[in-house]
């Protein structure tokens, strides 16, 4: 035997002593689960409990009370003295009437002993009664004695049959008990539907753990380290693609960008820029590129370096709780299971070889001899007992009767002693079932606070897995019964308490879930090329649209201030841009900018224009002479007059403004870097690929998007830095898209599939399969079998011995009758005639 259950040990993952309890709990299961048991009335066994522990039930009581201390923040009393203040005395006598009784009775005998033994007290005391009756053999007194006799004799039969169902309900909790306590063990080592099993659980939770360990080799970590290095270039791709967009976002944001510094002009296409660039950045943030390099990332940054390890501390943690609750089990309940043990300790009141059955025959035995010994007394009286005659009834008359009634008035003394133990023995063991039928987490916390004990936070979670997952009547009837939801470990991050399934879920299953999810719902989407998108396209092509000297406007709020040294300039000059000539801007520019024409600064200097109908003359109508050559106003004279202060602000702002803003570098340009020295000019565009291997990038690692490089350049720089930097983002696109297919299916399946198998799955479905409803089951099951059956049976009992004892302190009353009849007929024989009664 113990080489098999060695041998099963080790094909199971158990311990020895693991596997001897299963079999044990095995065989108890193959023993007492196997006997159909009588049907069981909860209700009214429970009112037969309540009934059995009295009205007031001082121990629920008290309990109850240490629970309203608890809840006014008072101090609860200790159990023992609430039991005392609670408990009624007229009750507890009340249930301690049978051994009162006992005592009563065993001191009356001894007084009546002491008459019978004296004959000088004897013949003192019952001189008066000694005299010839004749009532005893009358036909109506003695119908009466047997007819109370018979009824004695029928009375005891019931009380037999009552004792005997007694009997075969205590066996029953017997073996309802260790069924139960046989199919928790099983059910909790080995796991049921919904239960995983303490065993299978911690296997996982180990096998989950093995597999974060980066020193097997070819193991899930190897795995997830090749596929991890094999895609890291969708971060490069990723990074450089951001890096450009990035760049494009600084310089139309930048401030000398969107209105130089002192120079009276704003740039019109900064702003609208801005919002055709957003949605391309929005699409690249939210695409599978994104996604996929999300998912690595995540994968890397929770199954990787010193993240896994975390994880497999938070596992080890996790599995600490469930070894420990497996230690208890196996501890406390596998004793229940031991035929060796406490099982076989039982045998006395429980099973085939039970001695408790033969004690209760035997009592019921012993007082059918006192039945039998009384039937022939009491014949023998009927028949022998003649009073009207002048013979003296035979000794044996008086003797038999006599002895009956002795040996019943001892009986009657034994048994109710005997039969008032059991009554308080019931009595106690009635309350304790009542607060175990009705057991829950403030009766649990009620208890701890009467016995003076303080709930910590470990008792704390141990009263709420005992309420969730034994009792029929938890204060969070829908609350999770899932143990991962009940057991908390401390946070990782916060030291917070928080649950198993929340701890392990936030550390290692949402992220990267959550990635998984979106890769996965990205690649149904179809087209998944982000260089193809109407986006983009509408991006490059603004982009290669831009006339930037086309594009800047003077800032008619600055132009036209007090401050403003050309504040008389002439209104219309306002619409005039840094271009020589008029522009019809390209209908590729946004609304409000394509298509439309913008005036240049020869229509200012020299030709004059119309706005929106109105036309102005230009400032050769204001001069008498100027040299012109756009954008330079090297010589002017303006006409005296009333309009020579107009024709100066506006030649000044020709000379002081407008030539600079075109002629001089009075804008930023940014400029991507080489990763190699961070200081010379590197173009996105000139990337190139042989047998889809990339070169020429600008970036500096994975994830590092580098400073770049900001140079004062004039407007025509400026002009082409963006441009470029279109065909920078059309180049990288096509880049990130050539990336995205080459590892999309080693991140999209390979990866998610490989952290799926290893890791997510393993942890959702053991976190779900946690459920300990089956815990309930074994609770009611115990509290059925111990207290509605065993302790209702030995209650049974208890008042089946108090009744048995009084019909036998009934018969010894009986028996008295024709003893005292017989004995003063004989008495009265020695004795001077008197009238017969």
Same mark, same amino acid.
């Given at each position: 035997t113990t080489l098999l259950i060695s041998f099963l040990a080790l094909s199971h993952a158990q311990t020895h002593s693991e596997a001897e309890v299963l079999a044990n709990a095995q065989a108890s299961v193959?023993?007492?689960?196997?006997?159909?048991?009588?049907?069981?009335?909860?209700?009214?066994?429970?009112?037969?409990?309540?009934?059995?522990?009295?009205?007031?039930?001082?121990?629920?009581?008290?309990i109850v009370e240490a629970g309203y201390a608890r809840q006014e923040g008072q101090t609860p009393k200790e159990l023992g003295t609430t039991l005392a203040e609670v408990s009624d005395p007229g009750f507890i006598i009340g249930k301690a009437f049978a051994i009162v009784l006992s005592i009563v009775l065993f001191v009356l005998w001894i007084i009546c002993c002491w008459l019978v033994c004296c004959p000088c007290c004897l013949k003192c005391c019952c001189k008066c009664f000694q005299k010839k009756r004749t009532l005893g053999e009358k036909r109506l007194c003695q119908a009466v004695?047997?007819?109370?006799?018979?009824?004695?004799?029928?009375?005891?039969?019931?009380?037999?049959? /009552?004792?005997?169902?007694?009997?075969?309900?205590?066996?029953?909790?017997?073996?309802?008990?260790?069924?139960?306590?046989?199919?928790?063990?099983?059910?909790?080592?080995?796991?049921?539907?919904?239960?995983?099993?303490? /065993?299978?659980?911690?296997?996982?939770?180990?096998?989950?753990?093995?597999?974060?360990?980066?020193?097997?080799?070819?193991?899930?970590?190897?795995?997830?380290?090749?596929?991890v290095g094999s895609t890291a270039k969708i971060n490069t791709a990723y990074t450089q693609v951001a890096q450009s967009l990035k760049q494009l976002q600084e310089i139309v944001s930048h401030p000398e960008n969107q209105a130089p510094t002192g120079m009276y002009h704003t740039c019109a296409i900064c702003a609208p820029l801005a919002?055709?660039?957003?949605?391309?950045?929005? @699409?690249?943030?939210?695409?599978?590129?994104?996604?996929?390099?999300?998912?690595?990332? #995540?994968?890397?940054?929770?199954?990787?370096?010193?993240?896994?390890?975390?994880?497999?501390?938070?596992?080890?943690? @996790?599995?600490?709780?469930?070894?420990? @609750?497996?230690?208890?089990?196996?501890e406390q309940v596998g004793g229940l299971v031991d035929p060796d043990g406490f099982q076989s300790n039982t045998e006395v009141v429980q099973g085939e070889n039970s001695n408790l059955r033969p004690a209760i025959l035997l009592l019921f035995f012993l007082f059918l001899i006192l039945l039998l010994s009384g039937c022939c007394a009491l014949g023998g009286f009927c028949w022998k007992h003649k009073p009207s005659t002048e013979d003296?009834?035979?000794?044996?008359?008086?003797?038999?009767?006599?002895?009956?009634?002795?040996?019943?008035?001892?009986?009657?003394?034994?048994?109710?002693?005997?039969?008032?133990?059991?009554?308080?023995?019931?009595m106690v063991g009635s309350g304790v079932c009542l607060v175990l039928v009705e057991y829950n987490a403030d009766m649990a916390e009620n208890l701890?606070?009467?016995?003076?004990?303080?709930?910590?936070?470990?008792?704390?979670?141990?009263?709420?897995?005992?309420?969730?997952?034994?009792?029929?009547n938890s204060v969070a009837p829908d609350a999770s019964r899932?143990?991962?939801?009940?057991?908390?470990i401390p946070d990782p991050i916060t030291g917070d308490s928080v649950s198993i399934r929340k701890s392990i879920f936030d550390t290692a299953v949402t992220p990267v879930q959550s990635q998984f999810g979106q890769v996965q719902n990205l690649t149904q989407m179809g087209d998944l090329s982000l260089s193809s998108m109407a986006e983009l396209q509408t991006l490059t092509q603004t982009l290669a649209a831009l006339d930037m000297r086309a594009l800047f406007l003077p800032d008619?709020?600055?132009?036209?201030?007090?401050?403003?040294?050309?504040?008389?300039?002439?209104?219309?000059?306002?619409?005039?841009?840094?271009?020589?000539?008029?522009?019809?801007?390209?209908?590729?520019?946004?609304?409000?900018?394509?298509?439309?024409?913008?005036?240049?600064?020869?229509?200012?200097?020299?030709?004059?224009?119309?706005?929106?109908?109105?036309?102005?003359?230009?400032?050769?109508?204001?001069?008498?002479?100027?040299?012109?050559?756009?954008?330079?106003?090297?010589?002017?004279?303006?006409?005296?007059?009333?309009?020579?202060?107009?024709?100066?602000?506006?030649?000044?702002?020709? #000379?002081?403004?407008?030539?600079?803003?075109?002629?001089?570098n009075k804008f930023k340009c940014i400029y991507q870097v080489d990763p190699s020295d961070g200081t010379t000019i590197c173009n996105p565009r000139d990337m190139t690929?042989?047998?889809?291997?990339?070169?020429? #990038?600008?970036?500096?690692?994975?994830?590092?998007?580098?400073?770049?490089?900001?140079?004062?350049?004039?407007?025509?720089?400026?002009?082409?830095?963006?441009?470029?930097?279109? /065909?920078?983002?059309?180049?990288?696109?096509?880049?990130?898209?050539?990336?995205?297919?080459?590892?999309?299916?080693?991140?999209?399946?390979?990866?998610?599939? /490989?952290?799926?198998?290893?890791?997510?799955?393993?942890?959702?479905?053991?976190?779900?399969?946690?459920?300990?409803?089956?815990?309930?089951?074994?609770?009611?099951?115990?509290?059925?079998?111990?207290?509605?059956?065993?302790?209702?049976?030995?209650?049974?009992? @208890?008042?089946?011995?108090?009744?048995?004892?009084?019909?036998?302190?009934?018969?010894?009353?009986?028996?008295?009758?024709?003893?005292?009849?017989?004995?003063?007929?004989?008495?009265?024989?020695?004795?001077?005639?008197?009238?017969?009664?």
């Open positions: 193959d023993k007492y689960c196997s006997t159909e048991l009588s049907e069981l009335d909860r209700d009214a066994a429970i009112d037969d409990l309540k009934v059995g522990a009295g009205e007031d039930n001082f121990i629920y009581t008290a004695l047997w007819l109370i006799f018979i009824c004695v004799g029928i009375a005891s039969l019931v009380l037999v049959s /009552l004792t005997l169902r007694g009997y075969q309900n205590i066996d029953e909790g017997f073996s309802g008990t260790f069924c139960s306590a046989a199919e928790l063990v099983q059910d909790s080592i080995s796991g049921t539907d919904n239960f995983v099993g303490m /065993l299978p659980a911690i296997n996982r939770l180990e096998n989950i753990s093995q597999a974060l360990d980066p020193t097997v080799s070819g193991g899930f970590m190897d795995q997830v380290g090749t596929i919002e055709v660039l957003s949605p391309v950045t929005s @699409a690249f943030e939210s695409g599978i590129g994104a996604a996929l390099k999300e998912a690595r990332g #995540q994968v890397q940054e929770q199954l990787q370096g010193q993240a896994a390890a975390d994880l497999q501390t938070l596992l080890n943690e @996790a599995m600490e709780p469930v070894r420990k @609750a497996k230690e208890q089990l196996l003296k009834d035979p000794c044996t008359v008086r003797t038999c009767t006599c002895c009956v009634s002795c040996f019943g008035c001892i009986y009657a003394i034994l048994v109710l002693m005997l039969g008032g133990i059991l009554v308080l023995v019931a701890f606070a009467a016995l003076g004990q303080e709930v910590d936070d470990t008792m704390l979670m141990a009263i709420n897995i005992s309420d969730r997952c034994l009792s029929a899932n143990l991962a939801d009940i057991v908390m008619s709020a600055l132009v036209t201030a007090d401050a403003s040294p050309y504040k008389d300039m002439n209104p219309a000059y306002l619409a005039i841009t840094l271009s020589c000539a008029d522009v019809t801007l390209s209908n590729n520019l946004p609304d409000g900018l394509g298509g439309t024409v913008t005036l240049g600064m020869d229509s200012m200097v020299t030709t004059g224009g119309t706005i929106s109908g109105t036309s102005f003359d230009g400032l050769t109508s204001q001069m008498d002479s100027l040299s012109w050559t756009c954008p330079t106003l090297s010589a002017y004279a303006c006409s005296s007059g009333v309009t020579s202060t107009m024709c100066d602000d506006g030649a000044q702002f020709i #000379q002081n403004i407008k030539e600079p803003l075109v002629t001089q690929s042989t047998a889809g291997v990339w070169s020429g #990038q600008c970036v500096a690692g994975e994830d590092t998007v580098q400073a770049f490089k900001v140079v004062d350049c004039t407007i025509q720089e400026f002009e082409d830095n963006l441009k470029n930097i279109g /065909l920078d983002l059309t180049k990288g696109f096509e880049y990130f898209d050539d990336t995205v297919s080459g590892v999309l299916n080693s991140i999209s399946v390979d990866l998610i599939n /490989l952290v799926d198998q290893f890791i997510i799955n393993p942890l959702v479905t053991l976190l779900d399969l946690f459920d300990c409803t089956f815990m309930a089951n074994f609770w009611m099951g115990l509290t059925d079998a111990m207290c509605l059956r065993a302790m209702n049976g030995l209650r049974m009992i @208890a008042n089946s011995y108090v009744w048995v004892a009084l019909l036998s302190l009934l018969i010894a009353m009986l028996m008295y009758v024709p003893w005292r009849l017989s004995k003063d007929n004989y008495d009265s024989a020695d004795s001077p005639p008197s009238d017969s009664l």
